[in-house]
């Protein structure tokens, strides 16, 4: 059982920037690959980007590649997300998830899922 919570979410003006966290519970953290996705008011669950076990590959949506960077610190259970040059179009509820496939960009490939922090990008 892996129980994920995200945090560093809130209002943001167009061309700035935030990080988000996922810190996750147990000893386990490093066996799983990570994974964020965004849920935007009547629009469905959409993939941002995955980090390996062991954070050496990364896989990004075309939408925020460039803009977005996802690392992950194995000892301190944490996962990342930076995100540079928000637009509005970045607006969404952000959600951490955690899987045992490589790479994976479905949600259905995800096993357990955070609370999700909300993201306001004002234009």
């Known amino acids: 059982q892996v129980q994920l919570v995200e945090s560093g979410g809130g209002l943001v003006q167009a061309g700035g920037s935030l990080r988000l966290s996922c810190l996750a519970s147990?000893?386990?953290?490093?066996?799983?690959?990570m994974g964020w996705f965004r849920q935007a008011p009547g629009k469905g669950r959409e993939f941002v980007g995955t980090?390996?076990?062991?954070?050496?590959?990364?896989d990004y949506a075309d939408s925020v590649k460039g803009r977005f960077t996802i690392s992950r610190d194995n000892a301190k259970n944490t996962m990342y997300l930076q995100m540079n040059s928000l637009k509005p179009e970045d607006t969404a509820v952000y959600y951490c998830?955690?899987?045992?496939?490589?790479?994976?960009?479905?949600?259905?490939?995800?096993?357990?899922w955070g609370q999700g922090t909300q993201v306001t990008v004002s234009s």
């Open positions: 147990g000893r386990t953290f490093s066996s799983y690959a």
């Open positions: 998830a955690a899987t045992r496939l490589w790479p994976a960009r479905a949600s259905n490939a995800y096993t357990y």
């Open positions: 980090i390996r076990w062991s954070g050496d590959r990364t």
